[in-house]
């Protein structure tokens, strides 16, 4: 068997359950150290308890891996450092950062507290910031000790919520979007290091999104999150180096990558917004339609 990340040292946030968990298991199965990184806290966020993080890491040892475990809150800026230096002084070096670890507390617009919307964007945007930061700024450290690249990877978590717009997920979906915005500029910022940066969309069955609506057996199996982490592993591997700057959706019977924001139709400059309103109709009516869930054109 080819190992894609032999020798590598990966931080897994999130890694505990779920997607991450599968992730970690991933990557130390091709060769990766891992810092089982996880909270322990319910869906909404609360509580902590790292025991199941333990667990990840335990499996990883068992199957002749090395993995440690922290339990940092992500979106902790001085957590998140404490996370990485912690991945740097156990094993020697950082590699590959899979920014995985989220929350939801769904609730409509109009009812949305300012701890709903601060929680969630806490965990996901600046949890994404934070561990990104330091790994970056280690990083650019590394490459000018080396006087060469790095073949530093990150790799962030959107979802379908972000980039196509769910209801009921304002507070949700404006992080993931942000996080594929943050992939985007911070790819272009840290291409000239060597380190690539990429999001992938995840679809998987797990605590988070069981509850949606009954599932058959078999959408089970299609679901199962193990399903995601081989699009993760080849991004977090050397070889991935000429791709970045991409949010790619994985899990649910599919791998596909997503395109983004593009000018659509344009019509020169105009003074007077009363001629200018049947010229913007008119184009809105020319362009693509935004996607639906599915990431298809609404009808
Ligand atoms: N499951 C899906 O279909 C789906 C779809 C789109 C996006 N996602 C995203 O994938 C990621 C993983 O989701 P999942 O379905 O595996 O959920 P999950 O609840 O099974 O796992 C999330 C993990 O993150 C941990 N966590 C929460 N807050 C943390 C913090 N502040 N610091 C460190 N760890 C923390 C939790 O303890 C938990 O173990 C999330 O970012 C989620 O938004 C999942």
Known sequence: MTLLCEGRVAIVTGAARGVGREHALLLAKHGAKVVVNDLGAAVDGSGADTS???EVADEIKAMGGEAVVNGDDVGNFDGAKN????????????DILVNNAGILRDRMLVNMTEEEWDAVVHVHLKGTFAPT???ASYWRAMSKQNDGPVYGRVINTSSTS???GNVGQTNYG???AGIAAFTVIAARELSRL???VNAISPSAYTRMTDYLREYTEDEIEERAPRWVSPT??????????????RVIQAGAGMVAV???????????????????????????????KNSGMDGFELD
């Open 52 to 54: 199941p993080a333990q």
């Open 83 to 94: 996370m990485v230096d912690q991945a740097i002084n156990t094993f020697g070096q950082l």
């Open 133 to 135: 930061r330091h790994a």
């Open 162 to 164: 972000g980039i196509y």
């Open 174 to 176: 404006a992080a993931k």
């Open 194 to 196: 060597g380190v690539t």
């Open 232 to 245: 993760v592993v080849w991004l977090a591997s050397e070889e991935a180096g000429d791709i970045s700057g």
């Open 258 to 288: 997503c395109e983004g924001w593009r000018r659509g139709a344009e019509v020169d400059a105009m003074e007077d917004p009363v001629a200018l309103g049947p010229k913007i109709r008119e184009m809105c009516g020319k362009v693509r």
